[in-house]
């Protein structure tokens, strides 16, 4: 096995150990919106209502938004179990990307009639999401960057080009370093249209307040714990504060449990990690360029991602991707040191001349991981319920189109999307632990071991492959 070049160019520890001292664990992007945030009552007695949203992430608060604006007379609430965007819409990676499949080889790979119609789905879903964040002027430090995507090891060049995306453009080894100036990089692509970057707090409390503004009720500290009801009748959510008694009901629980128990195993929580670094002064800024601002990522299949602030920190997040055995959500699996270390010492052999830089921030987020990589839809009573969960990682801009999917369903309008065999079929659940485990576990193995092995896939992943079940970033 080869190794990678993060194992071949690794930084001094002392660098690394320096560049943690005194590194909080904390999410950033919460904590810089906390003063400002608007907070939201718990639910004190039984409501009945027209339309009732669970979850406060993204795709909930879409949902509610969309919901009122088709009918301002109906009674439109969002229930959210502690605060609005406080779990992976309020501390992912800062990327809004077009692509509503987890990239487009996903698309390719699972539904290849119709990838050219996702890509454009895609795009057109991107703009729609500029165009209300420019015409209610939300300030959630938007930048539509586009996207780098960049070869660390010889064999990842000899996928540059093969992308289907005409938007896309090849770049050898001194456009990239153009771009941004990094040794590893060998070459790479460029999607103008693929990103935007944002702040992603900023965003979960901009569209909170634009719902409340139009009407819609949020209960903030109102878990749901139970669904109930049957064709004819209106549906019941029990929560912990009392009942809310809905004509349709939207889900949108991301990785937690879902309140349908025909989708409890059709997702498993795996953890990503994440570092914040302290702002950049200007001459490391020049140091590395970027003056694009471009979203950044590499090509493998443990791959890295980062982004400047609009205050030049650089994110840098991704490689780990942690399932713990028995699928538990735990706050304790936040602070993982070997993860964080691990990606501090990437971040050096990245860019060897921000040595001394120091990161303020580490966390992690918990990702709502389908078997097919992107979101899924699902739905109970008549269709009055409608779910959607899945995302893995990749949800900034499809929770939007979920949400779309979502209120189409709900209204029985047969749209372009509706019709989407992304959205008519359901991909395989996991199996029970401690299948599961052992299962996820294998795969990353695996993948890791392609990533050592000039990408070639073992009998394992070519089975999955096979299977339907396969992932290719």
């Not at 050219?116 to 300030?139: K, Q, S, W």
């Given at each position: 096995m080869e190794q990678t070049v993060f194992e071949t160019h690794r930084p001094a520890a002392r660098i690394v150990d320096e560049s943690l001292a005194d590194t909080r664990l904390g999410v950033y992007w919460i904590e810089d919106v906390a003063a400002s945030a608007d907070r939201y009552p718990q639910l004190?007695?039984?409501?009945?209502?027209?339309?009732?949203?669970?979850?406060?992430?993204?795709?909930?608060?879409?949902?509610?938004?969309?919901?009122?604006?088709?009918?301002?007379?109906?009674?439109?609430?969002?229930?959210?179990?502690?605060?609005?965007?406080?779990?992976?819409?309020?501390?992912?990676?800062?990327?809004?990307?077009?692509?509503i499949t987890h990239g487009e080889p996903n698309a390719e790979a699972r539904w290849p009639d119709e990838t050219g119609t996702l890509r454009r789905l895609g795009y057109e879903n991107l703009d729609a999401i500029e165009r209300f964040v420019t015409e209610h002027g939300l300030d959630v430090d938007w930048e539509r960057t586009g996207q780098l995507s960049v070869a660390?090891?010889?064999?990842?060049?000899?996928?540059?080009?093969?992308?289907?995306?005409?938007?896309?453009?090849?770049?050898?080894?001194?456009?990239?370093?153009?771009?941004?100036?990094?040794?590893t990089f060998l070459a790479g692509e460029f999607s103008p249209r693929e990103n935007a970057n944002l702040h992603p707090a900023k965003l979960t409390v901009a569209l909170a307040k634009f719902a409340a503004n139009i009407g819609v009720?949020?209960?903030?500290?109102?878990?749901?714990?139970?669904?109930?009801?049957?064709?004819?009748?209106?549906?019941?959510?029990?929560?912990?504060?009392?009942?809310?008694?809905a004509e349709r009901v939207a889900l949108c629980t991301n990785v937690f449990p879902s309140l349908?128990?025909?989708?409890?195993?059709?997702?498993?929580?795996?953890?990503?990690?994440?570092l914040m670094t302290e702002p950049l002064s200007a001459e490391q800024l020049d140091s590395i360029g970027w003056a694009g601002r471009e979203g950044l990522a590499d090509m493998a299949n443990q791959f890295h991602y980062a982004r400047l602030t609009a205050d030049n920190r650089i994110l840098w997040g991704g490689y780990d991707a942690v399932y713990h055995?028995?699928?538990?959500?735990?706050?304790?699996?936040?602070?993982?040191?070997e993860s964080h270390r691990r990606l501090a010492s990437h971040f050096f052999t990245t860019f060897p001349q921000l040595a001394g830089v120091k990161f303020s921030h580490r966390w992690a987020g918990v990702i709502d991981t389908s078997t097919r990589f992107c979101a899924f839809f699902g739905q109970a009573f008549g269709g009055r319920v409608q779910y959607v969960a899945g995302f893995t990682g990749l949800g900034v801009g499809a929770t939007h189109f979920a949400a779309d999917v979502v209120v189409?369903?709900?209204?029985?309008?047969?749209?372009e999307r509706t019709e989407l065999e992304l959205v008519r079929s359901i991909p395989l659940p996991f199996p029970p632990e401690p299948l599961a485990t052992i299962g996820i576990n294998l795969t990353r193995w695996s993948l890791d071991r392609?990533?050592?092995?000039?990408g070639k896939r073992n009998l394992l992943l070519k089975a999955l492959d096979a299977l339907g079940l396969g992932f290719d970033s």
């Amino acid at each position: 096995m080869e190794q990678t070049v993060f194992e071949t160019h690794r930084p001094a520890a002392r660098i690394v150990d320096e560049s943690l001292a005194d590194t909080r664990l904390g999410v950033y992007w919460i904590e810089d919106v906390a003063a400002s945030a608007d907070r939201y009552p718990q639910l004190s007695d039984s409501i009945t209502v027209d339309d009732a949203v669970v979850g406060g992430g993204y795709a909930g608060l879409w949902a509610a938004i969309k919901l009122k604006q088709a009918h301002p007379e109906r009674r439109v609430v969002l229930l959210e179990a502690v605060r609005v965007g406080w779990a992976a819409s309020g501390r992912n990676g800062g990327f809004c990307e077009a692509s509503i499949t987890h990239g487009e080889p996903n698309a390719e790979a699972r539904w290849p009639d119709e990838t050219g119609t996702l890509r454009r789905l895609g795009y057109e879903n991107l703009d729609a999401i500029e165009r209300f964040v420019t015409e209610h002027g939300l300030d959630v430090d938007w930048e539509r960057t586009g996207q780098l995507s960049v070869a660390n090891q010889p064999h990842q060049v000899s996928w540059v080009g093969e992308h289907q995306d005409p938007n896309v453009v090849g770049l050898d080894a001194a456009q990239v370093r153009e771009r941004v100036n990094s040794p590893t990089f060998l070459a790479g692509e460029f999607s103008p249209r693929e990103n935007a970057n944002l702040h992603p707090a900023k965003l979960t409390v901009a569209l909170a307040k634009f719902a409340a503004n139009i009407g819609v009720e949020i209960y903030e500290g109102t878990p749901v714990d139970r669904l109930d009801g049957r064709d004819d009748e209106p549906i019941v959510l029990e929560t912990t504060r009392g009942t809310v008694t809905a004509e349709r009901v939207a889900l949108c629980t991301n990785v937690f449990p879902s309140l349908l128990k025909r989708y409890r195993f059709h997702t498993v929580p795996v953890y990503d990690y994440v570092l914040m670094t302290e702002p950049l002064s200007a001459e490391q800024l020049d140091s590395i360029g970027w003056a694009g601002r471009e979203g950044l990522a590499d090509m493998a299949n443990q791959f890295h991602y980062a982004r400047l602030t609009a205050d030049n920190r650089i994110l840098w997040g991704g490689y780990d991707a942690v399932y713990h055995a028995g699928g538990k959500i735990k706050r304790a699996y936040e602070d993982r040191m070997e993860s964080h270390r691990r990606l501090a010492s990437h971040f050096f052999t990245t860019f060897p001349q921000l040595a001394g830089v120091k990161f303020s921030h580490r966390w992690a987020g918990v990702i709502d991981t389908s078997t097919r990589f992107c979101a899924f839809f699902g739905q109970a009573f008549g269709g009055r319920v409608q779910y959607v969960a899945g995302f893995t990682g990749l949800g900034v801009g499809a929770t939007h189109f979920a949400a779309d999917v979502v209120v189409d369903r709900l209204e029985g309008h047969i749209t372009e999307r509706t019709e989407l065999e992304l959205v008519r079929s359901i991909p395989l659940p996991f199996p029970p632990e401690p299948l599961a485990t052992i299962g996820i576990n294998l795969t990353r193995w695996s993948l890791d071991r392609a990533d050592h092995n000039r990408g070639k896939r073992n009998l394992l992943l070519k089975a999955l492959d096979a299977l339907g079940l396969g992932f290719d970033s």
